[in-house]
């Protein structure tokens, strides 16, 4: 396994693979690394010749500092596991290396990042689509794996790659989950072991979803997952919402037409979790 800090040897270094006629895979994280990450990397080494894993805390993306200063880093694990995974390269970029100067580019995604995560996170989405297209255009990808976790960020991001034409395809990877429920986040191990224990209620209700959806029409629905979860103390719901997948609006009438999913995000503590359901 490399380890690259620089994009001149990283580019260098693929160059050669891809004279090969080796195929290029990228697996974008921030690290702390935990199975789900691990899913989009054996998805990535079964589809591609070359697995590259980024690790990369982007600093634009965070819309609170103290998130970004809270966030765990864990770089000599992360190595560790992805030797023993069989990774080919990490990229493992300084900061002044990603942003020499400082970032200014915008990008407007319609209706795409005006619910959920974009209207609680705002600039969200806009640093996390500056970061990736850096990448894309560092790494080169014939694939980019990302995972459905994070169903707002890969919409969001298949939608700038059909907007820039960019030449890598995006493929997207499902939900990992522990034993539990809970799906794997890099930001579970913060929970004290009594958050730990009501994170669990943010999947039971989601899964509840599909039982329910002949009982209640939507916003009752929302209500009734709202309020039975923030019965406890330990758990603060920010949204539930049920959206149309392809342009991410809410959805009021289960009759309305297009593919559905129920996202959700909720202060456990302080620390904030985000979950998804696919409806139908
Ligand atoms: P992150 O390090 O949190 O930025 O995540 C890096 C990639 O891993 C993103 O594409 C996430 O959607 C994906 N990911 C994170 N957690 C999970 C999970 N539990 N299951 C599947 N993919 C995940």
Same mark, same amino acid.
């Given at each position: ?24 895979? &990228? ?107 850096? &990448? ?45 429920? &809970? ?89 904030? &979790? ?7």
């Amino acid at each position: 396994m490399k380890t690259v800090r620089y994009i001149k040897e990283i580019r260098d270094i693929l160059s050669s693979y891809r004279e090969e006629g080796k195929t290029i895979g &990228l697996v974008p994280t921030m690290g702390a690394l935990h199975d789900g990450h691990l899913s989009l990397i054996h998805q990535c080494m079964a589809n591609d010749s070359i697995t590259v894993v980024s690790i990369f805390i982007n600093p634009t993306q965070f819309n609170d500092e103290k998130d970004f200063r809270m966030y765990p880093r864990n770089t000599e694990k992360d190595l560790e596991l992805l030797k023993k995974n069989e990774c080919h390269i990490v990229f493992l970029p300084p900061e002044k290396e990603m942003y020499p100067t400082k970032e200014i580019r915008k990008f407007d995604f319609g209706s795409l990042d005006k619910h959920m995560e974009g209207e609680f996170r705002p600039g969200h989405f806009n640093g996390v689509a500056q970061i990736v297209t850096k &990448l894309f255009s560092i790494i080169e990808p014939d694939h980019a794996y990302f995972g459905e976790k994070d169903f707002q960020q890969l919409t969001i991001i298949k939608a700038i790659v059909r907007q820039l034409n960019l030449p890598v395809q995006i493929i997207s990877c499902p939900i990992i989950r522990e034993p539990d429920g &809970l799906a794997m986040s890099s930001r579970n191990p913060l929970l004290t072991a009594s958050e730990r224990i009501s994170a669990t209620k943010i999947p039971e209700a989601l899964f509840k979803i599909k039982e329910l959806t002949d009982k209640m029409g939507i916003n009752e629905l929302k209500e009734f997952l709202w309020n039975e979860i923030d019965l406890d103390p330990n758990l603060r719901t920010e949204y539930v919402e049920i959206v149309e997948e392809t342009g991410l609006n809410p959805v009021n009438n289960w009759d309305e037409p297009g593919s559905k999913r129920a996202c959700i995000a909720v202060k456990v503590g302080s620390i904030r &979790l985000i979950d998804n359901i696919k409806i139908s």
